[in-house]
């Protein structure tokens, strides 16, 4: 069984640009999670979905949004670059939030602002 | 929030040696889990403890949920347990998992 994947695997924009990353979660997941992963900061929680519906979401600006996909694929997005945006994204799928315990990461996407 | 706290923040070993990690979180939680990061960023679940102790090989955890602290031991340490490990936790019915800072661990040949 294939693993999360994210895509791109990195990526490098300007300040002000806009970007999109994907995750493709494990098949048979209906769960996706996002962190955001900084030098300065750690990991963070960006936001959580479950069939195509925001649950949960962290203290991050109005610039970085998502959304969950029939499919289970999701995708966020980071508008306005900011050099502080520059960071490892990581996503992570489980079957259902009641399955939190078998959840597995992706390999992350690795953003570089300019 | 709640806060994670992991210690000791570095960490040199020789092969072959032991170690112990530790985590001590602020409140009461409903999960605790362990990842190892290697060094191209990909984050592997070790272990889903939230009480109670697990051994896997040669790594084993154990928390302690009433006094708030959770253990990883790493026996007879190897090259490859190179990166950082996290101690992460949840509380409630969210997927919300809040991370500490990690502990990066050396072993050297």
């Known amino acids: 069984k294939a693993g999360v994947t994210q895509t791109p695997r990195y990526l490098i924009k300007t300040r002000g640009q806009q970007v999109t990353l994907s995750c493709s979660p494990i098949?048979?997941?209906?769960?996706v999670s996002w962190y955001q992963q900084t030098p300065g900061q750690g990991l963070q929680f960006l936001f959580e979905?479950?069939?195509?519906?925001?649950?949960n979401k962290g203290n991050f600006p109005g610039r970085f949004s998502g959304r969950q996909f029939s499919n289970s694929r999701s995708e966020m997005n980071v508008s306005t670059l900011e050099l502080g945006d520059s960071a490892l994204y990581l996503c992570?799928?489980?079957?259902?939030?009641?399955?939190?315990?078998?959840?597995?990461f992706g390999p992350g996407t690795r953003l570089l602002v300019l | 929030g709640i806060q994670v706290e992991q210690s000791p923040p570095d960490l040199i070993l020789q092969e072959g040696a032991n170690s112990t990690l530790r985590c001590n979180f602020s409140?009461?939680?409903?999960?605790l889990q362990w990842f190892h990061q290697n060094p191209w960023g990909q984050l592997i679940n070790l272990f889903y403890?939230?009480?109670g102790t697990k051994q896997n090989g040669r790594l084993s955890a154990t928390t302690v949920a009433t006094e708030r602290y959770s253990l990883l031991y790493i026996s007879s340490s190897q090259t490859t347990d190179s990166g950082v490990y996290f101690c992460?936790?949840?509380?409630?019915?969210?997927?919300?998992?809040?991370f500490g800072k990690g502990t990066k661990l050396t072993v050297n040949p």
């Open positions: 992570a799928s489980s079957l259902a939030p009641e399955f939190i315990e078998t959840q597995y």
């Open positions: 098949s048979g997941h209906r769960s």
């Open positions: 979905y479950f069939s195509e519906t925001q649950r």
């Open positions: 409140d009461s939680v409903n999960n």
């Open positions: 403890i939230p009480s």
């Open positions: 992460a936790v949840r509380q409630g019915g969210s997927e919300k998992l809040v």
